[in-house]
């Protein structure tokens, strides 16, 4: 009796799993029919998630306009797992699915702090394709006396000419966004960030678009007065890139 309701327990999670799955398939091409039928205006795009799944749908519209792109992802996570428990489309997994996008010839990570084995043997094995600037990495050079703007500088550097930035809100150190969904320890001050994005935007590079994730307001709306402050600081570097504004 007890093993029959494992098994009926069992084929419901793997019902819902492959209901959730189908879903954010749907998602995916919502995103890519929006976001396409902008790019093909002549318009810059900018997506607001969601968790860090959402921009997939919108990599693989960039992919039909540019032949070659790089993301730079600001995260505490690497979020290059085949899948997370069977789901494909997790947002665990969003670099691994944009990186079987062909024209994303370079991703950039900054403020890693959180990955497992398996995400570590990926950039191992990426042959440079990603490039990790983890948090410890970032922190040491710091305290051993270099500056932020020769990290900025090596980071800048490693992207190729077209740069879409893609930002999980938990890139940040947690105090500046207490209700995401999965704070790390550590993280970036909200002006070694902006900073960061206002240099990419000075540099002979091009950003192309961005997207940020996981904001999640609290009861003080704490998360939600960062992420709009980011979101504002994001557009800006967008127009500046594209010579918009000065």
């Not at 994730?213 to 003080?220: R, Y």
């Amino acid at each position: 009796m007890e093993k029959g309701k494992d098994i009926s327990r069992d084929a419901k999670m793997m019902a819902q799993l492959d209901a959730v799955n189908e879903g954010s398939a749907v998602m995916i091409n919502e995103v890519y029919r929006q976001t396409s039928s902008w790019l093909k205006k002549g318009k810059l795009v900018g997506l607001v998630g969601g968790d860090h799944s959402t921009p997939l749908g919108f990599f693989k519209a960039l992919a039909d306009k540019y032949s070659n792109f790089g993301i730079l992802q600001i995260d505490a996570h690497m979020d290059l797992r085949k899948s997370f428990e069977g789901f494909t489309y997790s947002h665990a997994s969003i670099m691994y699915n944009a990186l079987e996008i062909s024209q994303i010839s370079k991703l950039v990570q900054v403020g890693i702090r959180d990955f497992c084995a398996e995400e570590n043997e990926y950039v191992k094995k990426s042959k440079n394709r990603v490039e990790v600037f983890s948090f410890v990495d970032v922190s040491k050079n710091k305290f051993e006396g270099m500056s932020w703007k020769k990290q900025c500088e090596q980071i800048i550097a490693a992207l190729p000419q077209n740069v879409h930035i893609s930002f999980d809100i938990d890139g940040l150190d947690p105090k500046l966004c207490p209700n995401t969904g999965t704070p790390v320890p550590g993280g970036f001050e909200f002006h070694e960030i902006t900073y960061l994005l206002s240099e990419l935007a000075k540099s002979k590079k091009k950003i192309i678009s961005f997207d940020l994730n996981e904001v999640s307001p609290g009861k003080d709306d704490w998360d939600g007065n960062v992420g709009a402050r980011m979101l504002f600081h994001l557009c800006g570097v967008l127009a500046k890139s594209n010579g918009l504004v000065k």
